[in-house]
């Protein structure tokens, strides 16, 4: 029981653009198909990657570059960098300018480019350091909002009603592994090792930590899909729209306003990860890293949504083949230093 509170704050911390936007949206539009999807990608796979990389911090004590580095040389950073690239930026135009860029056209009536250019421009100031007051205020709205969010989807779905899940055998995998990429990928692969190696004397009690927090934030996801599917909220932000039903209009505004300050959150350390492994990759320094992501971030938040979450699918089976493969080096290397 004393690993619950900790897991229950660990969850809240890693809601984000996938759980309060994408994954709602997706609700919004092909309906109860969703559901299975989002078992897979939070309840088996998710937790299981999860688990895996907490497990690979607390053994090796080290950040997960390091680890690759030293297990595959410099060509295997490289290789990790990109990986890591081709989740975060995807996902940093997805979450930080799609529907960053949509809340901000919602609050103020300009063109969606203008929108995305205010928003890179935020998050990329953020993720330097410039004006730490805004994020911290940022933060102090995003951990009020989101218990009021959690609170708002159970009176709407009592939790009697909301374990009426409906089950379908027909699995999108594309989407599957999209989500995967989009909820354990990027930065959240590194975060999850150097948690690991921080805390490497809890043991095996991290890796029950984050495999809890994991299926917490699956049942979140699920209470927020139930949700737009029983009140029939439209994309895009279909929370909004169960804000909406409940508050009216003035809630919905500061629904906006509260996510708006969550993919902040979110955003500024995704911006400082995209510059950072974009520097290790081509050898250039930060701030003209940091220029040229959030270019391609710009460029890709105009390609349709669908392509992208293609595009991490791929990326997605990748990741997922990797974190075992190198699970599994681990694993044998252990076992040959103990003989």
Known sequence: MRLIMPAIYLALLQIAGDNIAL??????????????TAIIVYFILGAILTGLLAWVGVNTRAELPVVIRNIWGCRGKKIFAALTLAICLPS??????IFAGHILQTLVPIPFWVAAI???TVFSCLSTGFNDCALKISNVVSLVFIPILLVTILVRNPLVSSVNIQMTGNIDWMLTFALLAYNVGGMRTVLMVEAGAFLH??????????????ILEGVFTLLMIQSVVNGGAKAPMAMAGVFQQTFGNVGMYLFHIAVLCTFTNTM???MMVNARQLASYTGLSFWPSLIIAGCLIFIISFLDVTYILRFMSIVGATLMYLVFFLALRLHKVG?????
Do not use: F
Request: hydrophobic residues 40%.
């Open 23 to 36: 994954l709602p949206d997706i609700a919004a539009t092909t309906g109860p198909t969703i559901y299975t």
């Open 92 to 97: 940093s135009a997805i979450t930080g300018v």
């Open 118 to 120: 205010i928003c890179i």
């Open 201 to 214: 004397k809890k043991g095996t009690q991290v890796i029950h930590l984050t495999v809890i927090a994991k």
């Open 268 to 270: 500024a350390p995704a």
């Open 335 to 339: 076992n040959q230093q103990s003989v």
